[in-house]
T-cell receptor, first 112, second 110 residues
Framework: GAVVSQHPSWVICKSGTSVKIECRSL??????MFWYRQFPKQSLMLMAT?????????EQGVEKDKFLINHASLTLSTLTVTSAHPEDSSFYIC????????FGQGTRLTVV | EDQVTQSPEALRLQEGESSSLNCSYT??????LFWYRQDPGKGPEFLFT???AGEEKEKERLKATLTKKESFLHITAPKPEDSATYLC???????????FGQGTILTVHP
């Protein structure tokens, strides 16, 4: 199946700093990528839809100024968590479309 | 609003004890019903996509079925390595956008 790679797998940052997470489609071109967030023992919640060459579409309640998404090429989307706070600590996962069924391995963000 | 509900929340089985997981959905214009396996600290691993009522797909000890209102993931003679969280997700009219259920935590005891 298609391979979606996320980097880093885990990151620890200090409160107030920014962190960038990369999502790459390794063997196909992804016109659209999706960013999800998962809290412990909860399911995936869609944060935003990222389209190559255009602005991301954010789900209701997601702060677009805090979670900056860039989809500059057909194989790379980035999520930047700006001015991170402890409540931003979570598991962030991306998926790429087409095909729509495949996810990256996730990034564990811990803000201290 | 699209909704996906999974049951039970948790399921404990003995090795070899077959069972089923349920996924009920309310989605406008269902384009696909997806099943994933998720291990702790990892992203969802794709298992199946079902597109129309009556469709069935199998992979090793797993079999997924779909009706107009729900999907089942049947696990036959499970092994401890089948222990994981199983997620169901529905794709609606927005291409690629999935609505996930809460998941079923499966534990298989040897």
């Amino acid at each position: 199946g298609a391979v979606v790679s996320q980097h880093p797998s885990w990151v620890i940052c200090k409160s107030g700093t920014s962190v960038k997470i990369e999502c790459r489609s390794l063997d196909f071109q992804a016109t659209t990528m999706f960013w999800y967030r998962q809290f412990p023992k909860q399911s995936l919640m869609l944060m935003a839809t990222s389209n190559e060459g255009s602005k991301a579409t954010y789900e209701q309640g997601v702060e677009k100024d805090k979670f900056l998404i860039n989809h500059a090429s057909l194989t790379l989307s980035t999520l930047t968590v700006t001015s991170a706070h402890p409540e931003d600590s979570s598991f962030y996962i991306c998926s790429a479309y087409p095909p729509e069924a495949f996810f990256g391995q996730g990034t564990r963000l811990t803000v201290v | 609003e699209d909704q996906v509900t999974q049951s039970p929340e948790a399921l404990r089985l003995q090795e070899g004890e077959s069972s089923s997981l349920n996924c009920s959905y309310t989605v406008s214009g269902l384009r696909g019903l997806f099943w994933y396996r998720q291990d702790p600290g990892k992203g969802p691993e794709f298992l199946f996509t079902l597109y129309s009522a009556g469709e069935e797909k199998e992979k090793e000890r797993l079999k997924a079925t779909l009706t107009k209102k729900e999907s089942f993931l049947h696990i036959t003679a499970p092994k401890p390595e089948d222990s994981a969280t199983y997620l169901c997700a529905a794709g609606g009219t927005s291409y690629g956008k999935l609505t996930f259920g809460q998941g079923t935590i499966l534990t298989v005891h040897p």
